[in-house]
T-cell receptor, first 114, second 116 residues
């Protein structure tokens, strides 16, 4: 089945460490997104990419960077992790050829920064 | 600015009963799409139902239906015959048409517990 995968699923790291979260998709979608989920705040958009050469900041991009290595791969980096970046991170994809603009989500990465 | 508001942080319902989750939104766009996503304890985000703003008919998917009031900018989710597997966080989302290049907006979620 066409899918959205995220690695790692869980990660514990220390303050100041650099960490990368990876997202891959086999859906053939051109658009990819990174969200952060905190209790009571819902999903907040960090970065989004409408194609390999088009990357845009979302609501909460400070402290994060991204790389769209290929249409199927979109990585999120925390250059120097801090405890308030402890959260659940989701990657999502959508297909600009469809009318609905529905987003399909990966299983999430639970990140803990100590 | 586009916003999505879910004013009920937590709700509960007896098994087999009906429950309605509220969602209001604000947008200046004339064409858009609305979604309800479910997040069970497994944390996977699952699409429940979607609605096109220019369609007056309310969407239904089995036990799930919506009450879409465009003028009031309201998009509530009704779950009939609630089942234990419906226990989850539910998110309302507002999306532009694919060709506008604009982002998705999510509400803060409603945590639903189905009581046996």
């Amino acid at each position: 089945d066409a899918d959205v995968t995220q690695t790692p699923r869980n990660r514990i790291t220390k303050t100041g460490k650099r960490i990368m979260l990876e997202c891959s998709q086999t859906k053939g979608h051109d658009r990819m997104y990174w969200y952060r989920q905190d209790p009571g705040l819902g999903l907040q958009l960090i970065y989004y990419s409408f194609d390999v050469k088009d990357i845009n900041k979302g609501e909460i991009s400070d402290g994060y960077s991204v790389s769209r290595q290929a249409q199927a791969k979109f990585s999120l980096s925390l250059e120097s992790a801090i405890p308030n970046q402890t959260a659940l991170y989701f990657c999502a994809t959508s297909d600009s050829r469809t009318r609905y603009n529905e987003q399909f989500f990966g299983p999430g990465t639970r990140l803990t920064v100590l | 600015a586009q916003t999505v508001t879910q004013s009920q942080p937590e709700m509960s319902v007896q098994e087999a009963e009906t429950v309605t989750l509220s969602c209001t939104y604000d947008t200046s766009e004339s064409n858009y799409y609305l979604f309800w996503y479910k997040q069970p304890p497994s944390r996977q985000m699952i699409l429940v139902i979607r609605q096109e703003a220019y369609k007056q008919q309310n969407a239904t998917e089995n036990r799930f239906s919506v009450n879409f009031q465009k003028a009031a900018k309201s998009f509530s989710l009704k779950i009939s015959d609630s089942q234990l597997g419906d226990t989850a966080m539910y998110f309302c989302a507002l999306a532009p048409p694919s060709n506008t290049g604009n982002q998705f907006y999510f509400g803060t979620g409603t945590s639903l517990t189905v009581i046996p």
